[in-house]
RNA sequence: UGGGGCGUCGCCAAAUCGGUAAGGCAGCGGCCUUUGAAGCCGCCAUUUGCAGGUUCGAGUCCUGCCGCCCCAACCA
């Protein structure tokens, strides 16, 4: 597979472009990604951010605007503005000089509302909230005008700026854009464009502001100001696309994007609502924003999955129109496949035995130390070899060794000789048992069959990995499930308790776990493959005495299928 | 129930003006193998929610059903 960020991948979206730059509609493209710092960017934005960003990146002269829209104090952190800058970085894209915040535009968007208020397009309502919404109307019913709907453009202005100065509550009154009560689209009934709110500072603008501007009204507006072409926005927005271009189209702007809706991913047995990722976090069912079993952009860093494979796997699963609110939900396997793809090119392949059981082998003197030269990447040469010291002590897998085989298993067992990979080839003699458990395995090993190939060409049908006791680091391993044990955690809503489908298993600690010595070197962020487990990233919270590794992903696994189908 | 949108293999997704169902993931067989990994080869929709109609020809057009989804924050 190329990389995406290279050849896009073609889609409805990147054909309109296209057609927009050829028709000469336009000749310079912007787009534009505009998070709310209300929380850290999860695996579903990366589709949007590989979008935007990658359709600026292919045509010449295009740029994305990275725009915060921060319009609502209550829900916003300036922290949340650091970490989404980061996470975009570290996927791979860039916005040049082209910060941007809805609150550098709060004057100008004030000056719009003026506009509107002027024209007799917008109107001070002095209801609340409650009252509001009871006159909405429903989905069947039309809504009833407000009292304050037939006020003077000169007296809502009045009213208007008063709010600005603080003369009012919080809540107390709202600007009105004044469409149709009637309308079928509940969304254009006179829909709310300012609040009022005094008591929560802005984390930029601080106390300067006391009325704060509405999703529909900012971002359409703030769109036009920078210029933007398209505006790209989940199917979530379709119904709200009408109420865009009125804004648009009442106001004098600089110029008129057009927005476009995409269906919105999910992923299988992965809840991505920021607002629920966001209860885990607080209510400590998860060890923070990074933790490893969240699907945000955070947590699959530091679970050591590299921002290629984020960008394949957008790649893969497409683009799609969103219209009428469509969302697709893309089966967890297919984002695993991009990060063992990305992975397998990519990670040097080292040992670490995850649940130890001590080999002993019989005919090696005690205190005899072997180096062996091992393949980095036995596909990739140039990747070069270390050496990894061999001893009469080792540890192998626990699950590598049986002393009464199935049929179909084929590692070590009674009489049995196998290969320890890049070693030699040795020959079950007996097993230590304490009581039921299986403490030690005997072995001879043949000397003539050092590097792993026997002289007289004779096979054996496995090849297992192993680490030498004395030399070995101790290493703590996390193993980590699904978070959730259902396919959509996530079904129900409001009503449904996702939590109870929380997987007690997502996170398993292997405390004692042994790695061969290269990995004392390794550095934080270094993906490892160990070889015939997984892949494993070593943890930002790691230290040189205790190692911790993150398994992003295991390997395919034909003999689990294999044992699990025959075992029933 | 008002309005809107969508239904192509288990999942994602292609298919210019209607021209005779890509690809990826998963799965299944086999080869290869010093990772039961990777790699390689092959199989995997006579059929596009269903029923009719128009046409030499329909996933693409028409009609009628069926199913699913979105919209009633001073959130974004």
């Not at 990995?519 to 930002?540: H, I, K, N, S």
Request: some cysteine.
């Amino acid at each position: 597979m190329s990389d995406a960020s290279e050849t896009g991948g073609k889609n409805f979206i990147r054909g309109i472009i296209a057609d927009d730059l050829s028709s000469g509609r336009h000749d310079r493209i912007v787009t534009r990604f505009p998070p709310e710092p209300s929380g850290q960017l999860h695996i579903g934005h990366a589709t949007p951010i590989c979008l935007n960003f990658g359709i600026a990146a292919e045509n010449p002269g295009a740029v994305c605007h990275l725009r915060f829209d921060d319009t609502n104090p209550v829900t916003e952190e300036a922290a949340f503005v650091e970490g989404i800058q980061q996470d975009i970085r570290w996927l791979g894209f860039d916005w040049g000089d082209h910060l941007h915040f809805t609150s550098d535009y709060f004057e100008a968007l004030y000056g719009f509302a003026l506009q509107l208020i002027e024209g007799g397009h917008a109107f001070v309502c002095d209801l609340d909230s409650e009252q509001i919404a009871e006159r909405r109307g429903n989905l069947t019913e039309p809504g009833v005008e407000s009292p304050s709907r037939g006020r003077s453009p000169i007296e809502s202005r009045d009213l208007f700026q008063r709010m600005r100065a603080g003369e009012f509550e919080s809540g107390s009154r709202v600007l009105r854009a004044k469409i149709d009560m009637a309308s079928p689209n509940l969304t254009l009934r006179d829909p709310v464009l300012y609040r009022i709110q005094r008591e929560t500072p802005h984390h930029r603008t601080q106390k300067e502001w006391c009325l704060y501007p509405l999703y529909d009204f900012a971002h359409s507006l703030s769109d036009a100001l920078e210029g933007v072409t398209h505006s790209l926005c989940s199917g979530e927005f379709y119904e709200r696309r009408p109420l865009y271009n009125w804004m648009i189209e009442h106001v004098k702007v600089p110029s008129k994007p057009r927005q476009i809706e995409f269906a919105r991913v999910n992923l299988s047995y992965t809840l991505l609502s920021k607002r629920r990722l966001k209860q885990l976090v607080e209510d400590g069912s998860v060890d923070g924003w990074d933790d490893p079993r969240m699907p945000t952009l955070a947590g699959l860093r530091r679970r050591g999955v590299p921002p290629a494979a984020i960008r394949n796997f957008c790649q893969e699963i497409g683009m799609t129109p969103g219209e009428g609110g469509r969302s697709r939900t893309v089966e967890l396997g297919v984002l695993e496949h991009a990060i063992r793809e990305e992975l397998n090119e990519h990670a040097p392949r080292v040992m670490g035995v995850l649940d130890p059981l001590k080999l002993v082998i019989e005919n090696l003197p005690e205190g005899e130390v072997d180096e062996l030269e091992c393949a980095n990447h036995p596909n990739r040469p140039e990747l070069g070899t270390r050496r990894v010291p061999f001893s009469r002590e080792l540890f192998i897998e626990r699950a590598d060794f049986m002393e009464d085989p199935p049929k179909k298993f084929f590692r070590l067992a009674p009489g049995r000789e196998v290969r320890l990979r890049y070693a030699y080839f040795v020959t079950c003699t007996g097993v230590v048992k304490d009581g039921d458990e299986i403490v030690e395995v005997r072995c001879r090993y043949d000397p003539a069959t050092r590097g792993g190939d026997a002289p007289d060409g004779r096979k054996v049908k496995a090849t297992l990995h192993w680490v030498s006791a004395a030399h070995a680091r101790l290493a703590e391993v996390r193993l980590y499930e699904t978070l959730f044990t259902v396919e959509d955690p996530d079904a129900g809503g409001d009503d449904g308790d996702f939590r109870s489908h929380l997987n007690p298993e997502s996170l398993v600690r292997l405390a004692d776990a042994r790695v061969e010595p290269s990995l004392a070197e390794a550095e934080v962020g270094a993906t490892f493959q160990f070889e015939r487990q997984g892949y494993f990233c070593l943890d930002p919270r790691s230290t040189p005495e205790r190692l911790v590794f993150n398994r992003s992903v295991t390997l395919r696994d034909t003999w689990a299928r294999v044992s699990k189908k025959a075992g029933g």
